[in-house]
């Protein structure tokens, strides 16, 4: 035998790099399962599953095509438990003479093999991380000199760069962006577009299997383990594209920021998680929308859109990621030290938005951007949580969630611990945005046009408390102005009483 591959539980694809230009019948490829990444970060049981499931197929994908697989189990026998751990034991098993890996998606992995490769003296020879379309190199040089690094400049490059939604050098549409069309209200359930759930995939066998080790193992992960639907397989996970471009992209534009109690997907594509695990391909997905746009099958803002978000918004966010590890990881420049919430886990809270989030992601390992960044992220942004239980948290609950992706998204964006490398100002809103984009409040205990007293609503007494505790760190900030001024202009003693309002709440956050 003469190349051992080690492929990473997110590196599935058909046409991984480290796996390019071998010869089947004398390459072996390992696979394991081990305690060490089940147990980094509080994953939720569905996300144990579909990273398990998605492997194994993955090793018999292989097998089909001749090559000789290694696989480890959970339960194997003299399992390590740790991805270091069973590379030496495979070396010590075959003696290869060449070792392969496509580099690791997160900073904490490839520091692991490349103390492991030092210890050791055994070179690994890295392919790069082909699952985006931006190499690391790339990103570094598109970001030398910037002063400030802006999505919307980087996403342009690319759409150019990859001829997404192009007529000749000019953007389809005569706009990059139709952001502006993007922000719907929800309308009541009888007038919504036909409600399109994404594909939903019986578990297979194996899957079944894997559904029973992690019930077994994991009796306390968080999260549904039953109603587990997402693909497993490259096939699926292509099918499942291809109906959300039928059911769901024409609306994905209008209803992009609107959130339903009773409809946690709306006209969102949950194919992050396959994407993220390497089991469908970026461009593939941007082209696949562009040409329902050419088909006439959906409007230009829906398939800009959802071109942005992967083109534009995951390149850039994993750009940042490798620009800025490890510091990235320790910011916290607002300064929040309040510990997480119990009803993040549990659901249990007055506040409805709150509780029916926490409620689609405890049932689907899954809630969309808009439940992410302006639900949970606004909350634990207004209260002042500390950024590493937020990005704990969601490290684990969110089937999609790799550390590249969750920690500039959660950490920088929602947070803004990195005191504005990623968004220009801080995400912050108070209950109007939801009661305005949602119907969260209808039902619930609290008022959203309320700020004061027993009814009022937790978000907007929070929101000014925020940005009077925060104003002189916010001051420089030119987005910031209307937002201070607008603090100033109220009576002192009604933000007074907001800020003892916001104080008490603080205390007992889990009493809301
Ligand atoms: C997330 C995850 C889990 C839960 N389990 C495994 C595993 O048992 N074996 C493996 O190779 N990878 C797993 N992963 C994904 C890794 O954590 C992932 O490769 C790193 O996060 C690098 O991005
Ligand atoms: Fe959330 Fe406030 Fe609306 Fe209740 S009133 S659902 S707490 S925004």
Redesign the pocket.
Known sequence: MRSLVM?????LSPSLSALRGLEPSTTRVL????DA??R?AP?HAQ??VV??AA?RHFADWLRDRGFQVDHVA?DDAGNSHS?TGELERALARHGPATLRMTL???W??LQDFQQWSERSGVVIDWQPDDHFLCSREDFASWAQGRRQLRMEHFYRQMRRQHRILMADAEPEGGRWNFDADNRKALPPPLARPPQARPMAFAPDAVTRQVMELVARRFPDAFGQLEGFDMAVTTGNARRALTHFVKTALPWFGDYQDAMAADDGYLYHARISVYLNLGLLDPLECCQAAEQAWRDGAVPLNAAEGFIRQILGWREFVRGIYWLHMPEYARGNALDAHLPLPDFYWTGRTGMRCLARTVQDIREQAYAHHIQRLMVTGNFALIAGIEPRAVCDWYLGVFADA???VELPNTLGMALYGDGGVFATKPYAASGRYIERMSDYCQGCRYDPKQAEGETACPFNYLYWDFVARNADRLRSNPRMGLVLRNLERQAPERVQAMRAAAQRARQHLDAL
């Open positions: 492929v990473l539980g997110d590196q696979l394991c399962e081990v990444e089940a980094y994953h996300k144990l990273v398990l492997m959970l991805l690791p998606g997160e904490r992995v790799f550390e590249w």
